[in-house]
């Protein structure tokens, strides 16, 4: 059966909007793992446009779960990890532009970089994680430089009409095999939701998902414990 992680990215843009001290991405983190919350996932952006430096440090003081800290491979975020010691980080691609995380680490066109980069994590022992397209060669290159888990990137599977999601899904389950066969552990995440969310879970041997913003969306109606709640639900009857 797949974990589950929330991505509490979202309750600190709402904070962010008025530049306040509410809503406290740190305080839900205790709600979303009282809704069952297997670890909680932040993305600390170059431009700190929603998590802060002091959100990740009082995570890893408070939290009872897992810190799955999301970040670009920058030497500033190699520093700041290396303080942090969360239990694992998963890099990914990062632009300014972007609204949210586009496509996958292009892993093979940066080996060399990522190799001494994933090596310095790892002397701090730090799982890493690289969030990456299914795609076979990046799957072979993740492996080949150290990568611990690789994060499959369900967004075009996510974007889909539920007719037009078959052959997405079918690479989604392939690299999912495939990568379990070299050794690694296979989370997925981006874009899924109560509508797309199972046939993901019902994956074998699927590890975690990483879920935030239909979770976010969903706690407005009913609240962030309940939300988890029902995500997880979901996730375990797969
Ligand atoms: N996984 C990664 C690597 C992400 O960057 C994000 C978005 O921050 C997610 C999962 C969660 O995506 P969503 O918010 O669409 O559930």
Same mark, same amino acid.
């Given at each position: 059966m797949a974990t589950l992680g929330v991505n509490i990215d979202h309750i600190a843009n709402v904070r962010q909007a008025r530049k306040t001290i509410e809503p406290d991405p740190v305080q839900y983190a205790f709600l979303a793992e009282l809704g069952g919350a297997d670890s909680i996932t932040v993305h600390l952006r170059e431009d700190r446009r929603h998590i802060q430096d002091r959100d990740v440090f009082l995570l890893k003081k408070t939290i009872k779960t897992k810190l799955n800290l999301e970040m670009a491979a920058t030497e500033e975020m190699l520093k700041i990890s290396t303080k942090l010691l969360p239990d694992y980080v998963t890099l990914v691609p990062e632009k300014r532009e972007e609204v949210t995380t586009e496509g996958g680490l292009d892993v093979i066109s940066n080996e060399k970089y990522l190799r001494d980069y994933i090596k310095c994590l790892k002397d701090s022992n730090i799982a890493v994680s690289a969030f990456i397209d299914p795609v076979d060669e990046q799957i072979n290159s993740s492996r080949e430089i150290g990568f611990d888990f690789v994060e499959l990137h369900t967004g075009k599977y996510a974007d889909l009409k539920k007719q037009e999601q078959y052959v997405e899904l079918q690479k989604i389950i392939e690299s999912t095999y495939f990568a379990i066969d070299l050794g690694l552990v296979v989370n997925a995440g981006h874009g899924l939701n109560y509508q797309n969310v199972e046939k993901i879970a019902s994956i $074998? $041997?699927? $590890?975690e998902l990483n879920i935030g913003h239909s979770i976010v969306a969903r706690a407005l109606a009913v609240g962030l414990e309940k939300a988890v709640r029902e995500m997880k639900t979901l996730i375990s009857t797969n």
């Open positions: $074998n $041997n699927m $590890n």
